[in-house]
């Protein structure tokens, strides 16, 4: 065990300040489930696990035999199998399983993990049914900017402290967890952290948190770090310090994304002004390079929903539609010897990362005329789950809008956008 520390930074104070993380387990082991199974010795207890968004998905090549299965799904169900065979059944044995890897209804995929392994191995049919109905499997929601490892100001920080800490890491003092569950009392008397005074909320319900913060947070990074990047900028503060391009994540934030979220208008704008001002910190160095990456299915989950509902509407989402014609011409690149994707901004080079279909894809349709390209990409139900060129006008709007980007530069078509041209 070792203890790490983390790097707050307080916006309104201008101070930074210092958390002592303790208990940092240094080494993965493996522990025997027939061990571990004693730990819970009470009615009720938690696991807690973030095994990336990847981590929550079925292996039919598992094995209840692999010691340990192979996958976290594996893991998990052979641990509660173990643990319901240590108590016979007792159905005031199961315990709370907490997510946090970040994809949608995240406890809900877990357990259908859970029940399809007990299923294939052949587990007994009581198991089963424990395993369903008395465990409880909670959806969770994390919000948190935390850009990782400050490698610049290590050695600066450590002479602070007065010690080595290779685990340190630089997050925001803004934080929140939201649980949903069917028993939000339950989950909050067994796992109290709001006595502690964190940021939890326990809820049977975290959609509209979900809405929230996926499409005003989520959505603000996406819908404007790629024509930021285009513009010159490198970083989230670059892009709040510059005129053209904080109009445009004002817009984005205030105009567009923020009239479909299904939540009272002040509770929304009152979220919407904290992310303008996490995006203000100005000790949070959050890279848009690094923001970019898979920008396409991030547009799919955090964008698009706004731009079909304004449709619904009878309206149009100008900016959003925007924000889609500077993806691609973020994405305008070609593919070198080895394999991977590259773009020009100005006589510097960057790297395209994204699953292999999108790349392949632009890098075969980025020179095509502007509204066959949009076209194009709007077409591919495999990126969007639908041909949004049904949307009308959609496809000829966002070709415009890579037209007036070719021929102007990115920052001149912003500036043409938001009426400072």
Sequence with gaps: MKSSTVKLFDLNTSIKFFEIIGDIITNTIYIPITVLIYFFVFPFGSIISNTTEAGIAYDAADELTFEPPRSYPGKLTKFLYERYLAFNGDPQKGLIILPVELIERNGQKLRECCEQLAERWDLPGGFKTWLSERNVFCQTLVDRIVTGYPKDEAAKIEAELGYEDKLLV??????????ESDKPELVKREFPLDKAELPVVFTDDLRPYRERKVRLLNGAHTSTVLAAYLSGLNTVGELMADETLRAMVERNVYKELAQCVPLPESEVKA??????????????????LSISLNSVSKFKARVLPTIKETFAKGERADSLMFSLAALMAFYSGDFRKDGRLFAQRGDEAYEIMDDAPVLEFFAENHSLPANEFALALLRREDFWGEDLSALRGFADQTGAYLQSIRELGMRIAVQKLMGLA
């Design 170 to 179: 630089t997050g925001e003092p803004f934080a929140l967890w939201v649980i």
């Design 271 to 288: 979220f919407a002004d904290s992310v303008m001002e996490r995006f203000e910190n100005p000790f949070i160095k959050h890279m848009l």
